[in-house]
Nanobody, 118 residues
Framework: QVHLVESGGGLVQAGDSLRLSCQASGRTFSDFRMAWFRQAPGKEREFVAAINWSGGTTYYTTFVKGRFTISKDNAKNTVYLQMNSLKPEDTAVYYC???????????WGQGTQVTVSS
């Protein structure tokens, strides 16, 4: 079965940086799109960024573009989210997700907590 495991979250101050990792296993991911979502307390889950496993095309929400960068290492089956200039409003549980390109996301990790203090 497909498994996605996030790591790298933590407690940081505003302006600091974090790099989240998503280790994927269970199948060939060449036809997948991988993504990061986040959910803050009392808020709906929202899209953050995505990357196609084959080709590397990236997508970002306008609210994080310029601060966050999604990348991948195909040999390690790992997707990363580099987060710079973190703000308190970035505080959320961050989830890794995956699915076939141009379809919904069928697979989800357990999430990793990111807390940004002021």
């Amino acid at each position: 079965q497909v498994h996605l495991v996030e790591s790298g979250g933590g407690l940081v101050q505003a302006g600091d940086s974090l790099r989240l990792s998503c280790q994927a296993s269970g199948r060939t991911f060449s036809d997948f799109r991988m993504a990061w979502f986040r959910q803050a307390p009392g808020k709906e889950r929202e899209f953050v960024a995505a990357i196609n496993w084959s080709g590397g095309t990236t997508y970002y929400t306008t609210f994080v573009k310029g601060r966050f960068t999604i990348s991948k290492d195909n040999a390690k089956n790992t997707v990363y989210l580099q987060m710079n200039s973190l703000k308190p409003e970035d505080t959320a549980v961050y989830y890794c997700a995956g699915g076939l390109e141009n379809t919904g996301y069928d697979y989800w990790g357990q999430g990793t907590q990111v807390t940004v203090s002021s």
